[in-house]
């Protein structure tokens, strides 16, 4: 899923089974055998869901050698980072993907339990206490932000239902208000995008766009691309 195609993340994650996946492999990496006894499905489905995850680049294939001796075994991690964004309201919509991404620092492998001394064990229940509470701070943090892109979704939707009031005042037509309602809701546009998304033949487009900008209702150098 290299271009994050918003259709083909939906359809993927649309599965709950596949949800309940990354669920797990977002808290500890697995191995399917674990997934069939946690989820209460048969291995034979947790795989062919593994496989359409792993298609879409979604978890990836680690492999680690067994403490007991055995054969090396196959874990699954989870490695998607991105945040699927859709605002539906009468006068808004909005669909989208943020995709984001962090900085690992490698560092050595931390000792196993039986390996630190009492003074290593208690450092690290103390850093875990620590990062808990930095976690917590983070969830406030992102609630906040919510809260303040709720109430901006808001002030958008009565804007804009003004907006479209007017534009059935000021346009002459269905096209011109298609083309303008896309013009002020987009941030950068170009004339192909334009065509491709409202269906509409680039020529038609720019001539609508020559008679708005004549009637005042656009400024075509401020947001206009021609590409």
């Known amino acids: 899923m290299n271009d994050m195609d918003l259709d083909t993340i939906l359809a993927v994650v649309s599965n709950p089974v596949r949800r ?10 697995h191995y399917p055998l674990q997934l069939s006894r946690e989820l209460n499905i048969s291995q034979q489905s947790i795989m062919k869901h593994l496989k359409v995850l792993e298609d879409n680049n979604l978890v990836m294939v680690v492999v680690q050698k067994s403490g007991t001796g055995g054969p090396p075994r196959k874990y699954y991690v989870s490695t998607g980072r991105f945040s ?4 539906i309201a009468p006068s808004v919509f909005n669909e989208e993907i943020r995709v984001f991404e962090i900085v690992v620092e490698e560092g050595a492998l931390p000792a196993s339990r039986e390996e630190m001394d009492s ?8 850093k875990l206490m620590e ?10 943090k992102l609630h906040d932000v919510e809260e303040e892109r709720r ?6 939707e009565r804007r804009m239902k003004e907006v479209y009031e007017l534009l059935e005042l000021l346009c002459e037509g269905y096209e011109e208000r298609k083309v303008l309602r896309y ?7 170009s004339i192909g995008r334009m065509s491709e998304m409202l269906n509409m033949r680039e020529m038609d487009i ?10 005042g209702l656009l400024e075509l150098h401020r947001k206009i691309i021609y590409m």
């Open 20 to 29: 309940s996946i990354l669920r797990k492999l977002a808290r500890e990496m």
């Open 84 to 87: 699927i964004v859709i605002d």
């Open 119 to 126: 003074g290593e064990l208690a450092a690290k229940k103390g």
């Open 131 to 140: 990062l808990a509470t930095e976690i917590d701070e983070i969830n406030q």
């Open 151 to 156: 109430g901006l979704m808001q002030e958008k």
């Open 183 to 189: 013009i002020l809701e987009e941030d950068n546009i």
């Open 206 to 215: 720019e001539s609508i766009m020559r008679r708005l900008e004549d009637l």
